[in-house]
């Protein structure tokens, strides 16, 4: 069930990058949903590795680093995925930038999405 909803929040976020930027094209709905499914694939195993590997550059740019692993993330979706596209290197900065504003959103809005990864870690030590 967590994965699932995990799924489609990710399919969610990336339908609305692709809404909001030109230079991200979709396919289709199953290639949104591909890339959605890979995407989170690399935020699960990949990502906290990648975290860790840059954490001296992170304390060297006071966190900036972090934001490059994320963009790396989705560079690597569009580069597995056939049918997603980031043109362009500041469009991929937006991407990345509209990806962590809507997953803050998400973070601060209840909802079924909590149920996963750290919102649902959260909520159990609140008590909900």
Known sequence: ??????????????????GLLSG???????????????????????KPLLRFVALPLAILTLGLAWFFVSMLMLDITTDIVSGFRIHGFWTLVAAALIVWLVNLAL??????????????????RRGR
Do not use: C, E, K, Y
């Not at 909803?5 to 990058?17: D, E």
């Not at 949104?32 to 990949?46: C, I, M, P, S, Y």
């Not at 973070?107 to 159990?124: E, F, I, K, M, S």
């Open 1 to 18: 069930m967590r994965l699932g909803i995990s799924w489609l929040t990710n399919a969610l976020v990336l339908a609305i990058v692709a």
């Open 24 to 46: 991200v094209t979709v396919r289709s709905v199953g290639s949104l949903l591909a890339a959605a499914a890979v995407f989170g694939v690399l935020n699960t195993v990949l």
């Open 107 to 124: 973070d601060h809005t209840p909802g079924p999405w909590q149920v996963a990864g750290r919102r649902g870690r959260r909520n159990l």
